[in-house]
Nanobody, 123 residues
Framework: QVQVVESGGGTVQAGESLRLSCAVS????????MGWFRQAPGKEREAISC????????YYIDAIKGRFSISRDNAGNTVHLQMARLGPEDTAKYYC????????????????WGQGTQVTVSS
């Protein structure tokens, strides 16, 4: 059974940083592309970053480019999202997922989803 568990969310002040982690079990992580999504209150879930199976290729939406960094540790079955210079616009529930390929920053499914971790940024 595949499990995807996000952690590392919290409440921070604008300008601060957070590091999200995604622990995956029940599959061989190196066989999957990985991505991060977020869903702000009242909005649809959006894909924000994608990473290739080796980690060599990474993609970001413009809103987070230069502030967020996605990485993966296939041996440790984990994926991370390092977030810097956070702003109130980054407030959302963040989700990690396994996928089939990256279409730039969009992870193409089918997906195994986690339950999400909340990030709240106050101004």
């Amino acid at each position: 059974q595949v499990q995807v568990v996000e952690s590392g969310g919290g409440t921070v002040q604008a300008g601060e940083s957070l590091r999200l982690s995604c622990a995956v079990s029940g599959l061989t992580l190196a066989d999957y592309y990985m991505g991060w999504f977020r869903q702000a209150p009242g909005k649809e879930r959006e894909a924000i970053s994608c990473i290739s199976r080796s980690g060599q290729n990474t993609y970001y939406i413009d809103a987070i480019k230069g502030r967020f960094s996605i990485s993966r540790d296939n041996a440790g079955n984990t994926v991370h999202l390092q977030m810097a210079r956070l702003g109130p616009e980054d407030t959302a529930k963040y989700y990690c997922a396994t996928g089939f390929r990256c279409d730039k920053s969009f992870l193409v499914g089918p997906y195994n989803w986690g339950q999400g971790t909340q990030v709240t940024v106050s101004s």
